[in-house]
């Protein structure tokens, strides 16, 4: 059966290095899950493309059924799903996600991650053709 | 609406040796942060140890708990 939806989202996990699945875009987080995560990718200086769940619903549940994780945010590499907030900040604060990025953390880079999003490069951003 | 005994109860039903620390993020009773330890997470993945707790709840992850902040140990001591 097809389900261009879940292609789709598929399509987009194979097709970068590092993406991220979130309530709203990294500029202007809805959620302050998702918004911890663009702040640990962000003070990183990682490149990211980023997803918004939020214009159809449908994107999550299949997201979800994709990923077996039912919760929001949800960060790939290389295809595989690496976690949510709580792992990815976890992994920021061990500095093991810095070497998953391929990243060299910052030498000042705090214990604990940032709260808040920080002003850096842009990162890429995936156009949303799945809210149809 | 969820408290945070229904959440420890009910990881420590379904995982067997768990003990679960449950607390309310925002008093609404659908933020939650656990700390769950167990001797199987010994076994699994940090990934598999959190797709493991939110199996308890099913589709009341996003439903009824819209939260559930996780962190996740192997039991230290047998």
């Known amino acids: ?132 | 609406m969820p408290s945070t005994d229904d959440l420890k109860q009910r990881i420590e039903e379904a995982i067997p040796g768990a003990q679960a620390d449950v607390t309310d993020l925002t008093g609404t009773g659908d933020h939650f942060r656990a700390t769950v330890v167990a001797p199987e997470f010994a076994e699994l993945s940090r990934i598999e140890q959190h797709r493991r707790v939110y199996a308890v709840f099913g589709a009341d992850i996003g439903g009824p708990i819209h939260a559930l902040s996780l962190v996740t140990k192997a039991d230290q001591t047998p």
């Open chain 1, 1 to 132: 059966m097809s389900n261009p939806i879940r292609d789709e989202i598929q399509n987009a996990i194979d097709s970068h290095d590092v993406i991220l699945f979130m309530k709203g875009v990294p500029e202007r987080p809805m959620c302050g899950f998702s918004a911890r995560t663009v702040a640990a990718l962000d003070s990183l200086g990682a490149s990211y493309a980023a997803v918004d769940i939020l214009p159809d619903p449908r994107i999550r549940q299949e997201l979800s059924a994709i990923s077996q994780w039912p919760t929001i945010p949800q960060l790939f590499v290389k295809g595989e799903l690496v976690g949510g907030c709580d792992i990815v900040t976890e992994m920021y604060e061990s500095g093991e996600l810095a070497s998953t990025l391929g990243v060299s953390a910052p030498a000042d880079a705090p214990d604990e991650a940032p709260a808040a999003a920080e002003p850096g490069a842009p990162p890429l951003q995936v156009h949303n053709n799945l809210a149809n």
